[in-house]
Every structure is written in structure tokens, then in C-alpha cells.
């Protein structure tokens, strides 16, 4: 069994999920990114559930603020599965991104 006091605290860390963004991609408007945030939040979501979706939507080729906007929306509307290997992937471009490296 874990003990609580010892799990790690998550912050919320909206300005830097939204410069992350903006660095892994640069076609996405940070405007409309920090708006559909809002709404996911307004619909319940806690900020490990739209920090995971984001992530995920960053690594699709597909992927917009939009997508993140109409999941919160109706979360069965979005049934697209991330490709395999996008959780990895994602997690690698964040921590290149993080450490300022230039990332594809």
C-alpha cells in the first residue's frame, strides 16, 4: 500500500504546458491552447487529465487546442487512439523542449 504523504505533489503549470506548446508546436495558436485549458478545467477535468491530453495531442500530427476544447465537451467524442509509442515519444520532446533543446 502506498502512503499518501509520500506521493509527490503535482502542480499546475498552465504557462508552462502553453510555452511548451508553443515550442514543440509552432503552428498552434497559444490564445486558443490556454482558452480550451479553461474549459476543460470549467468541465472538471484535474490537471493531470488536460496536462496527459495535451501531451498527447502535442505528439499528433493531427492534433489542435480544438480537439482539446470539443474532448471537454463530450469526452466520447474523442475516440481517436494516440499512435503507439506517442506516450514516449511525447515525453522525450517535452524533455528536450524543457531543457531548450530544438526539437522536430
Known amino acids: 500500500m502506498i502512503a499518501t504523504e509520500n506521493l509527490p505533489e ?3 503549470a498552465v504557462p508552462a504546458l502553453i510555452a511548451l506548446a508553443a515550442n514543440v508546436r509552432p503552428d ?3 490564445t ?3 482558452s480550451a485549458i479553461v474549459a476543460a478545467a470549467t468541465a472538471g477535468w484535474e490537471w493531470p487529465r488536460v496536462l496527459v491530453e ?3 495531442l502535442l505528439v ?3 492534433g ?3 480537439d ?3 474532448a471537454s465537451r463530450d ?3 474523442l475516440s481517436r487512439s494516440p499512435a503507439p509509442g506517442a506516450e514516449i515519444r511525447g515525453a522525450e520532446l517535452a524533455r528536450r523542449a524543457m531543457r531548450g533543446e530544438e526539437v522536430p
Do not use: A, F, Y
Request: positive net charge; charged residues 40%; proline residues 12%.
Open 60 to 62: 499528433d500530427p493531427n
Open 54 to 56: 495535451v501531451v498527447r
Open 64 to 66: 489542435s487546442p480544438r
Open 68 to 70: 482539446l476544447r470539443e
Open 75 to 77: 469526452p466520447l467524442k
Open 28 to 30: 498552434w495558436n497559444e
Open 10 to 12: 503535482i502542480r499546475r
Open 32 to 34: 486558443e491552447l490556454q
